[in-house]
């Protein structure tokens, strides 16, 4: 893949990120690691929304969080993508999003169950990040969010969001949108006042490999 292919995947992947509801005007931001260069990543520049990306505008920073190529700024929370991209080599693409669902999931404490099929992409855990309702500002901050993230595909930033870390755009993409769902459905499930048991345990390995295949199908 060359370096305009990654950016035009970038542009794509926010456009559909922005359809989807996960923008919050111009607060979310996302990041895909440069072809041939894993220490850099191309970046959704600040002050533009999702679907206001263009190859112009999208900002170079390196593992340092330093915008090192770029006209337009830096996102303050550049830290989650540095962070999660020095502690991953196996990740490719990190978003960060203050969509509506998961942050008010990520308050309430609770186990994230397999109510719908890809919900069983997080069966294996989805972790929540407590330390601070703020904006990751702060190199230390982000290696926190990276450290509780670990091996997994996602993260919930406690009153805040939720952060991906997945090795395409694509993947990036649709993880967002099944995290998204899973957590709408367990509380409107929940507000309901009860609950038939989540997906057998023997269907939720099944169900979490066709969502990786979802993922993976235009890497």
Known sequence: MTSDEAKQKLIDAGLILEMLGQGDMARGHISVRMPGDPGRFYMKP???????????????????????????PR????????????????????????????????ATG?????YTPGGAAFCDGLPVFTDTNDLIRKKEQGAEVARTLGPHSAVLLKNHGLA???????????????LEEACRVQLLIEAAGSA?????????GVLKKKVTKIGRAHV
Not at 52 to 72: F, H, P, Q, R, S
Not at 110 to 114: D, S
Not at 196 to 204: G, T, V, W, Y
Request: proline share 5%; glycine share 4%; hydrophobic share 40%.
């Open 46 to 72: 600040h002050t533009f929304g999702f679907d206001e990306m263009t190859m112009d505008n999208i900002v170079t920073c390196n593992l340092e969080g330093e915008k090192v190529e770029g006209w337009a």
């Open 75 to 106: 996102h303050s929370e550049v830290y989650i993508h540095s962070e999660i991209f020095r502690a991953r080599p196996d990740v490719t693409s990190v978003m960060h999003a203050h969509s509506t669902w998961p942050l008010a999931f990520s």
């Open 164 to 178: 991906i870390a997945t090795g395409s755009l694509e993947e990036t993409v649709v993880t967002a949108y099944v």
């Open 110 to 114: 609770r186990p994230l169950k397999v």
């Open 196 to 204: 038939l048991p989540e997906f057998a345990r023997e269907d939720i």
